[in-house]
């Protein structure tokens, strides 16, 4: 299960407008892993996974604050090195539209996973992280 | 059946006055580490299960409003331990989300997964936030009047008006002999609770005069008043 989006707005007094509360689990993206530590940067539109948002924010007027946590983890006893971390999640304001951009690293996989475009040695990112569940709170001025 | 939270660690909650335009009035934000000991099978086989968390056992006895509540919800795996003789392990929290329940008390309800040899999925952590609207208690008493039938009357009054579909007080009693209705309504557009009469069964009381306390409470505050139950020889 991904994409449980949730959300809701509080309406806000001058000098700001709403208070939004986003929560949810990522949906998976394209994937990374092998036998070495690898890292890999997810972008995710938050704009259209959440509904409640409004599409033309401004990024002058416009606060966010984002967690993301480790949800759903795998892998096998193949490996003599695991890893599974959230190392950085930041965000952009593009074209109205709210993006999470988050790095995530991992160790180890599946190896007869099928590869990300042909590349040997990478895997299915739900190999070793499949689902990232999210926090972020966007503050908003008129 | 639902695997039972054996406990939560550091429930916390934050209640924040919501003075904006809008109805809503109250944002709590909910968090804490429950405790759910989710143990895989020997077999290396991937099973789920659901665990439900009602908010209000562990953050103190909250009532939200069914109508006028809105959550979001965020759970991740926060405990986990599998042994290296597993073919796959896997942690997840692969769902989550809170509702408000017919009792008007909040409930997360989560699936879980968990797969390896010695597998187990021990504690997720939670975050859940709830929006609402709930007018505070500003008085609140009880006395007793004998007739034309014995009764405990209630006299509540809220510090606004209340909206949507009113605003449900909650009422309690640690003396067992006064039965009381679980909740009373103050409607919308309305301060006040104008008559609620509970009819008092003097039987259960001794002769003489008998001293109870009843708390009246909703998400935002709590009162309680004090009477004297009197039973004639």
Redesign the interface.
């Known amino acids: 299960?991904a994409d449980?989006a949730?959300?809701?707005s509080?309406?806000?007094?001058a000098p700001f407008s709403g208070l939004f509360?986003?929560?949810?689990?990522l949906p998976d993206q394209t994937g990374f892993g092998s036998d070495d530590l690898e890292t890999f940067r997810a972008q995710y539109n938050l704009s259209e996974l959440q509904r409640v948002l409004p599409r033309n924010l401004s990024p002058d007027k416009t606060t966010v604050n984002a967690?993301v946590?480790?949800?759903?983890?795998?892998?096998?006893?193949d490996f003599n090195e695991w890893t599974f971390a959230v190392d950085e999640v930041t965000h952009e304001i593009k074209d109205g539209n709210l993006l999470l951009n988050i790095v995530i690293a991992g160790q180890g996989g599946q190896p007869d996973a099928v590869p990300i475009g042909g590349t040997p040695g990478l895997v299915f990112v739900g190999d070793v992280i499949?689902?990232l569940?999210?926090?972020v709170t966007v503050l908003t001025k008129p | 059946m639902a695997l039972n939270v054996l406990k939560v660690f550091s429930p916390q909650t934050l209640d924040a006055v919501l003075a904006g335009p809008g109805l809503s009035n109250r944002l709590f934000v909910f968090t804490g580490i429950a405790e759910i000991e989710f143990s895989a099978p020997g077999n290396n086989k991937l099973v789920h299960d659901v665990v439900e968390l009602v908010l209000s056992d562990w953050h103190g006895d909250i009532h939200l409003d069914l109508e006028n509540t809105e959550l979001t919800t965020a759970v991740w795996p926060a405990s986990m331990h599998a042994d290296d003789d597993a073919t796959q392990v896997t942690w997840a929290v692969d769902d989550a989300f809170a509702f408000v329940t017919e009792e008007d008390r909040p409930k997360l309800r989560v699936i879980v997964a968990v797969q390896g040899d010695k597998g187990v999925l021990s504690r997720i952590g939670y975050e859940v936030f709830a929006r609402t609207t709930s007018i505070p208690i500003k008085s609140f008493d009880v006395r007793e009047v004998l007739r034309p039938v014995p009764e405990l009357v209630i006299s509540l009054v809220l510090s606004q008006n209340a909206v949507g579909k009113g605003e449900d007080i909650y009422l309690t009693s640690l003396d067992s002999r006064l039965t009381l209705p679980f909740k009373v309504t103050v409607p919308a557009g309305s301060d006040t609770l104008a008559s609620a009469g509970i009819v008092l069964h003097l039987e259960s009381f001794p002769v003489g005069d008998t001293l109870v306390h009843v708390k009246a409470s909703n998400a935002v505050s709590e009162k309680t008043a004090s009477t004297i139950i009197h039973r004639a020889v």
Not at chain 1, 21 to 25: F, H, M, P, S
Not at chain 1, 70 to 77: A, F, G, M, T
Request: aromatic share 6%.
């Open positions: 299960m449980d949730q959300g809701f509080i309406a806000l007094d509360v986003l929560t949810g689990v967690a946590g480790l949800s759903s983890i795998n892998n096998c006893d499949k689902n569940a999210y926090h």
